[in-house]
């Protein structure tokens, strides 16, 4: 049966019983990651992220698309759980505890959906107060460090963007060395190779290919800084 298939399935029983969105997650017996569940709740979200600017734009939807690759026929069943979602009178913090619930001992998974987030809510140029307001208490659900938060938003807040020892998680004062050892080890954590063996669905291999593309760009800045000013690190 095809993620999808199961989705469909999923809502068709929702639906039918008048049950709300939120009590899909009493249906699903393994992590969302490896099921229907995960795809599920990045829809659910991203409505919820969605609606707390009021406003969906044709750029989140297709931000939305380059993370999860929707087959043209199966359209309907994700604008289905989008719009349940969305009328679900749970709020989103519902979804955030119940997938922290699974993904607890995972936080990778939990910082990938963070980013994911992260590049929906930017993709339009602009960062609203309210979804810095969702992806903060997001954050604080899946129990993220302040650092992780920072580091996760300088890779897509445009006034953070500047700052490539934030995205590499480094200080100015590091060694050049240790800098280059802690880039050289972001780039094996977030090769699109480990992206996808945590268990995403195959179409989020987007977000590893832009977060390597940010890491990259922020070694070759700090780099090329070193070589124009060569003065030792204190």
Known sequence: MSIW?????????LT????????????L??????????????????????????????????????????????EKNASRVFNLARRDVAGFEIYARKIYKMLYRNSKILEDLIEGLLHI???????????????????????LSEMTLITLKSRYIPEQDSNPFVILGVTPSWNILDIKRQWKELVRENHPDKFSA???PPEAIYLAN?????INQAW????????????PNP
């Open 198 to 200: 945590r268990g995403l």
């Open 16 to 27: 039918k019983k008048g049950e709300q969105l939120s009590n899909i997650f009493l249906k």
């Open 5 to 13: 298939t199961k989705i469909s399935h999923l809502i068709a029983s």
């Open 210 to 214: 832009n977060r390597l593309s940010k």
């Open 121 to 143: 809510a930017t993709s339009d140029g602009s960062y609203h107060p309210a979804e810095n307001i969702f992806i903060d208490e997001v954050a604080k659900i899946f129990r």
């Open 220 to 231: 070759e800045m700090i780099n090329e800084s070193i070589k124009s000013n060569p003065t």
């Open 29 to 74: 017996k393994t992590p969302p990651e490896k099921t229907a569940g995960f795809t599920i709740a990045v829809i659910a979200l991203s409505a919820k992220m969605a609606k707390a600017d009021g406003i969906v734009k044709p750029e989140e939807i297709a931000a939305f698309k380059q993370v999860f690759h929707i087959p043209k026929n199966e």
